[in-house]
Structure formats: structure tokens, C-alpha cells
Nanobody
Framework: QVQLVESGGGVVQAGGSLRLSCVAS????????RGWFRQPPGKEREFVAQ????????DYADSVKGRFTISRDNAKNTVYLQMNKLKPEDTAVYYC????????????WGQGTQVTVSS
């Protein structure tokens, strides 16, 4: 089982930036996907971005394209989410998750980190 720990959340003004980190430990995989999801207050959890273990191949939700960048450092078992030009609607708890190759869905969720964007 892989353990994921997110960090880097906080309170920022609209237009500002934050960088989230997700460190994996335990049984990590050298394949598959690592993704970021978020859950805004009172709403369902939604997809934000994902990246392949190779680092080649990323996908983003339309709402964050051009503002967020996902990257990874496999030597550190860490995936990052650089968030620029933040908007109040980006306020949410952000989670990372692992999807091993061949798995049907993401699993091994972290505990989440709160991002609050003030207007």
C-alpha cells in the first residue's frame, strides 16, 4: 500500500500562486498515474490534473488549463502542482492519488491540503 502526503496549501489572494507537493512512501509504483483532485466547499470531488510516471503525458481539467502545471520528481517520489493566477473558485481541499498501471481507478488517496483564495 502506498501512502500519500500532501502539503503546500494555504491562504492566498486572487492572482497569487501556490505550489502543492505530494510525497509517496511505502509500496510505490514505477508506472501508472499520479493525479490531483479537489473538493470545493459543498461540492463533489473533481479532477484537476494527472501525470504519467514517466513524466511524459499530462492532462488537465479545462478550468485550470494554462494556470496550473503538474510535474514530478521520481527520485523524490514527489508530484507537484504549481498553481498560478489563482481564483476564488479554486478554493478547495486538494488531494493527490495514485492509479497503478492496469487499475480501474485512482486509489491510495492522501489526507488533503486546504487551499483558500480570497478575493
Amino acid at each position: 500500500q502506498v501512502q500519500l502526503v500532501e502539503s503546500g496549501g494555504g491562504v492566498v489572494q486572487a492572482g497569487g500562486s501556490l505550489r502543492l507537493s505530494c510525497v509517496a512512501s511505502g509500496r510505490t509504483f514505477r508506472s501508472g498515474l499520479r493525479g490531483w483532485f479537489r473538493q470545493p466547499p459543498g461540492k463533489e470531488r473533481e479532477f484537476v490534473a494527472q501525470i504519467r510516471w514517466s513524466g511524459i503525458g499530462t492532462d488537465y481539467a479545462d478550468s485550470v488549463k494554462g494556470r496550473f502545471t503538474i510535474s514530478r520528481d521520481n527520485a523524490k517520489n514527489t508530484v507537484y502542482l504549481q498553481m498560478n493566477k489563482l481564483k476564488p473558485e479554486d478554493t478547495a481541499v486538494y488531494y493527490c492519488a495514485e492509479k497503478p498501471a492496469g487499475a480501474a481507478s485512482f486509489g491510495s488517496w492522501g489526507q488533503g491540503t486546504q487551499v483558500t483564495v480570497s478575493s
